[in-house]
């Protein structure tokens, strides 16, 4: 089983919609995690980190789940300008470990 | 500008040549990590420093690839004797130490080897 795992869609919505995507962690002592939106082409920038209550910044909301070891990313009034590749990343094991990334998802936001 | 920067941006090279990759981080940045990222696939982990330390390298650093950071600022990632697999973006990422630290990267060498 990979570290973290994500469906990579692509996932094709309509300008407006709500959209959610899941990040799954294989190790439960995993302490950190981030969202970052990678277009094409371009490094990673990171979106936002994902905190035990949650983290909210305007349409994106970025939720943890330590019981079944997941993470989201749910996108509310898509823009086309929402359209990159989401990446999940994870500590392993705290302070002092590599960040590990899932393949990401891609989502493209149509007219 | 303040962010991480790498140098080349780009890099073409034949195979069987050796290639080497800059990185300056966040200046007060000690951590440093280098991955590697191929079309539809997330980074990949290759190697991290804290301070001038490195202290863990992935199984997917073979004995071709060697990185360096010997004031704890800057970083060079070598490739020896180049082969076309090794063509991939090359990221470089840095951050503070500490559970939550954000890590932030740099624009990336694109590495083609013909």
């Known amino acids: 089983r990979k570290e973290v795992e994500q469906d990579p869609g692509p996932f094709n919505v309509p300008e407006g919609a709500t959209v959610a995507f899941n990040c799954t962690y294989s190790n439960s002592a995993s302490q950190s995690f981030f969202w970052y939106r990678q277009d094409c082409r371009k490094e990673p920038k990171l979106l936002m980190s994902v905190y035990s209550s949650g983290n909210e910044d305007g349409r994106f909301t970025a939720q943890l789940n330590r019981a079944s070891q997941y993470i989201s990313l749910l996108i509310r009034d898509s823009k086309l300008s929402d359209s990159a590749t989401y990446l999940c990343?994870?500590?392993?094991?705290?302070?002092?470990?590599?960040?590990?990334f899932g393949t990401g998802t891609r989502l493209q936001v149509t007219l | 500008d303040t962010g991480v920067s790498q140098d080349p941006r780009h890099k073409i090279t034949k195979r069987g040549q050796n290639v080497t990759f800059r990185c300056d981080p966040i200046?007060?940045?000690?951590?440093l990590y280098w991955y590697r990222q191929t079309l539809g696939q997330g980074p990949e982990f290759l190697t991290y420093f804290q301070n001038e330390a490195q202290l863990e390298k992935s199984r997917l650093l073979s004995d071709r690839f060697s990185a360096e950071r010997p004031k704890g600022s800057f970083s060079t990632l070598e490739i020896q004797r180049t082969e076309q697999g090794d063509s991939a973006m090359y990221l470089c990422a840095s951050s503070l130490v500490g559970v939550g630290t954000e890590a932030f990267f740099g624009q990336g060498t694109r590495l083609t080897v013909v």
């Open positions: 200046s007060e940045h000690n951590r």
């Open positions: 990343a994870v500590h392993p094991t705290g302070t002092a470990s590599k960040l590990t």
